[in-house]
């Protein structure tokens, strides 16, 4: 889907970015239209890394694309939890029809569709893998650990998400487990908002050969993402329990749980991210 994405139109999306990043508000909002069609928050947080190093944008400029993209990559958790069965194939099979065609309208609808698929192919088999996990005894001793210690498990949510550069995929994964009754969903919960940092180090690495105001805002991201955890790690359980009453299953649970959280932390942000900065522009600028 990101693919299709930037094969369509990747500079106008960047012409657009440029042009709607003045003020946090609007930022926020192209931010999570634009990573919800992407499908990946890391790769649009690339991006304004991007043009923050090319000084088409001014690091403010990106607190509010920051924000956004991270509301737009819950996304996926919802349209996992939409029950296809075995029906995704169709899925599958016109997007590689479609992407075989010799117009670029067609190979950017196939890559959607195949995109789409892939996701409810990815969500059938993390449910499937429940089994041969909880035979395996390792696992078992994993699963229980952090099911007893809410720190342990933002702390594995963290490095698992960092290794595979995909909250969305830790998250699938979680739903899964969950769906089997192998993990808590308060534990649950832990783990998705630990992949809510992991998934920083995609920005951080990206940024790493770049300069002060690049890093800055890979740095911003991440201190956005801890500080939202921080704040929701002494509520988890309560918050778990709420999402629950009003949820019909474990993967809904998950999924709205990830649209509430950064919801609330992008909006409880947004306030501040003017004076915040112009405060970093002020030490960039010395």
């Known amino acids: 889907m990101r693919i299709g994405m930037l094969n369509a139109s990747e500079d106008r999306l960047k012409m657009y970015l440029y042009r709607v990043t003045d003020k946090p508000i609007k930022g926020l909002f192209f931010g999570m239209i634009l990573t919800a069609a992407m499908q990946s928050s890391s790769a649009v947080t690339v991006i304004a890394i991007g043009l923050v190093s090319a000084k088409l944008i001014s690091f403010q400029q990106t607190i509010g694309v920051i924000l956004g993209s991270n509301i737009g990559t819950t996304v996926t958790g919802e349209i996992a939890t939409i029950d296809l069965g075995s029906h995704f194939w169709v899925l599958l099979v016109l ?18 569709s195949f995109g789409l698929g892939s996701l409810f192919c990815a969500m059938n088999g993390f ?26 498990a933002i702390i594995v949510g963290c ?13 699938l994964l979680v739903m899964g487990l969950a769906t089997a009754d192998l993990l808590t969903l308060p534990a649950s919960f832990a783990i998705v908002l630990g992949a809510n940092i992991g998934t920083c180090m995609t920005a951080l690495l990206a940024a790493l050969p770049s300069g002060k105001p690049a890093r800055y805002t890979a740095y911003t991201h991440t201190l956005f993402n801890f500080l ?11 918050f778990a329990d709420g999402v629950a009453k009003v949820s019909r299953a474990p993967d809904q649970a998950i999924a709205h749980m990830s649209v509430l959280f ?23 600028n010395r």
Do not use: C
Not at 95 to 112: D, I, N, S, W
Not at 228 to 234: A, I, M, N, T
Not at 262 to 284: C, E, H, M, Q
């Open 159 to 171: 490095v698992f998400t960092a290794i595979i550069q995909s909250s969305a995929a830790t998250q």
């Open 228 to 238: 939202g955890v921080l704040l929701f790690y002494p509520i988890l359980p309560i």
């Open 95 to 112: 997007g590689v029809v479609l992407m075989f065609l010799p117009y670029q309208k067609a190979f950017v609808a196939g890559t959607f």
């Open 127 to 152: 449910q499937s893998l429940a089994g041969p996990v909880e035979n395996l005894a390792s696992m078992r001793t994993i699963l229980d650990a952090v099911n007893h210690s809410l720190a342990l």
């Open 262 to 284: 950064n919801v609330i932390t992008a909006f409880l942000a947004l306030p501040f991210a003017n004076s915040y900065g112009r405060w970093v522009d002020k030490i960039l």
